[in-house]
């Protein structure tokens, strides 16, 4: 109720009594009350905005802040009452320009504004802008501030993480909680082969090799649940059905209270990596041409084969298998053309040889051939020595002979050096025929043959019984085949030049051609042994002389041949 009192008087101005008027101002005060409570309600909307929220005059200086302005800007609300908007920002154009503009207040793309802290720091905003209704012109403009900061670093990111997962080189695979897939990268359609749509929905089991086996996915499925995290390689299957081999690295994605969201597997195809480490040990361990295995690779199967036996307690047998003429081929060709013959002639009929080309395997056949005709011809004794005459230009007489080999088919047909040397001196056969050259000049049939022969040249003055050039035609190593094989005693030098007489006569008399006294030729052995007392090859004026377009066996190899004295030294 409201009461209103009136003083009320007698005629002589007395005052006699009150007048009382009373009215019920319920209504009113309810009025009122409403009127408080929304105040109070408006003032608790506005200071719980989160984002400043300015009101302004009609030349938008700043009526009413709220709250969050000390929050954002670093500076009390009274601090910037009576202050003009702009001041807030860095750029007073572009606020005036946003100030001006109110119907941009919900826009597409809301444009940034760049705003200053108490302390100077800038920072992003997005400033939405509304005209104060209700008609009164002192009232301008209400400005929400809002930092982006956070935002705007958070989109970012997120842009970022995008590029990275679209132009990554490695496969990327987002599953749900269920495992299934929701997303993947285009470097996991370059991998695997499958497109985004192809995948999405099903399970990463679609990509299975069958290569590992149920308990490599159950250890990894508990390593993965126990740790969050799993990484190793395995192998998977393409669309096209190939198989690769991948480096995969499995994390969890949990939110705050530990549900599971996301699982990522990020992979890496190895294919290329893997292969040549099987391309290196395989050359470690095979032989590049035939792909046989190599000592390396046998040395260690056996040695792994021994400590299972050993474990095991149980015997092992060792088998080793000869090629039949395989060491010849070798002599002959090399090890790469003899490795070229094994990989082709595995694969023909036993005991044939082959090349890679039809041209060189009948080339090869007839060297072979050649080679075997040789050996057979050195066992039943089918060369010969034959004898062509030095000449001494200035007393005009036959002073020596060379020895010249022939081969002497069975046919009856004589053979010249140059169609069979070529093949003795390629192969092992040459040491075998300087030491027959040295031994048939040691025999006694073949002297009185050799004699004759030589009688019929006119030779009648031969240096060392006329074979002391066979000496200089052979390799120094066919002697000392020839003189190990004599076993001669290990008396004084006496005792070795009798023994040698004896066993080797054509080598004594060339030792005795070489020092005519005896008694000097013994001094001579017991200083410094047989072959310090041998003649020296041949000069290089008795080279020019004898050379007869390479039909003389050994010449083409005197000019290489040490002497006598620095092959023993």
């Given amino acids: 109720m409201r009461c209103d009192a009136t003083a009320v008087g007698d005629a002589d101005g007395n005052r006699v009594g009150y007048l009382l008027l009373l009215a019920d101002v319920t209504p009113q005060h309810q009025y009122l009350r ?15 905005i989160r984002d400043p929220l300015l009101l302004t005059d009609a030349e938008q200086r700043v009526l009413l802040a709220n709250r969050a302005v000390e929050r954002v ?19 007073a154009a572009a606020c005036e320009a946003r100030l001006d503009a109110p119907e941009l207040a919900v826009p597409a793309e809301m444009p940034v504004l760049w705003a200053r802290r108490a302390d100077g720091e800038l920072f992003p905003t997005e400033v939405g802008v509304s005209v104060v209704p209700g008609g009164d012109a002192r009232l301008g403009r209400a400005v929400l501030v809002r930092d982006i900061t956070e935002s705007k670093r958070a989109a970012e990111s997120e842009q970022w993480a995008r ?53 490599f996915y159950r250890a990894m499925w508990r390593e993965l649940e126990a740790g969050g995290r799993w990484k190793g390689e395995l192998w998977n299957r393409r669309k096209d059905g190939e198989i690769y081999a991948e480096w995969l690295s499995i994390s969890e994605i949990r939110d705050a209270d530990g549900t599971l969201r996301h699982r990522v597997g990020v992979f ?24 046989l295995p190599n000592q390396r690779l046998l040395r260690a199967r056996l040695e792994q084969a021994l400590q299972s036996a050993q474990v095991a307690n149980r015997p092992l047998a060792l088998m080793l298998l000869n090629l039949d003429g395989f060491k010849r081929v070798v002599a002959s060709f090399g090890h790469e053309v003899a490795d070229a013959a094994l990989q082709r002639a595995k694969s023909e009929a036993p005991g044939s040889i082959a090349f890679y080309r039809p041209e060189l395997t009948a080339a090869a056949l007839r ?28 007393c005009r007489c036959i002073v020596g002979a060379e020895a010249l080999l022939r081969w002497r088919r069975p046919d009856g047909v004589l053979v010249p050096p140059h169609l069979f040397m070529e093949a003795v001196e390629k192969s092992d056969l040459m040491l075998d025929v300087d030491r027959w050259v040295l031994l048939v000049g ?16 006119g030779c009648s003055a031969l240096r060392a019984a ?16 020839v003189l190990g094989d004599a076993e001669l005693p290990d008396g004084d030098a006496v005792d070795l030049l009798a023994a040698l007489r004896r066993s080797h006569p054509t080598i004594t ?28 090859p041949l000069s290089d004026e008795d080279l020019a002389q004898a050379m007869d377009a390479g039909y003389a066996h050994g010449l083409r190899k005197l000019r290489q041949q040490p002497s006598a004295a620095d092959a023993v030294s």
Avoid at 34 to 44: K, M, N, R, S
Avoid at 442 to 457: C, F, K, M, P, S
Avoid at 466 to 481: I, K, P, R
């Fill in 34 to 48: 409403h009127i408080e409570h929304q105040h109070h309600l408006l003032g608790a909307v506005f200071e719980a």
């Fill in 73 to 91: 800007f670093g500076q009390p609300p009274e601090a910037v009452v009576g202050q003009p908007v702009q001041h807030l920002f860095a750029d």
């Fill in 163 to 215: 590029a990275v997962f679209e132009n990554t080189a490695e496969g990327i695979m987002l599953t749900d909680a269920d495992n299934r897939i929701v997303a993947v990268n285009p470097a996991f359609t370059a991998i695997t082969g499958y497109s985004a749509e192809e995948v999405l929905g099903r399970s990463p089991s679609l990509l299975r090799s069958g290569r590992q086996n149920k308990d």
């Fill in 268 to 291: 890496s195809d190895i294919t290329p990596m893997r292969r040549s480490e099987e391309e290196i040990d395989h050359l470690t361990h095979y032989d590049p041409i035939t792909g």
């Fill in 367 to 394: 060297v072979i051939e050649l080679d075997r005709t040789m050996r057979t011809a050195l066992a039943s004794n089918q060369f010969e020595l034959h004898f062509q005459p030095k000449l001494d230009l200035g």
């Fill in 442 to 457: 040691d025999d006694e049939v073949e002297l009185g043959r050799i004699a004759t022969q030589l009688a019929e040249l």
């Fill in 466 to 481: 006329g074979l002391s050039a066979a000496l200089d035609l052979v390799q120094q190593e066919a002697v000392d085949l």
């Fill in 509 to 536: 008399r060339m030792l005795l051609a070489a020092q005519p006294d005896t008694a000097g030729l013994v001094e001579a052995i017991n200083r410094g042994g047989i072959f310090r007392c041998l003649p020296k």
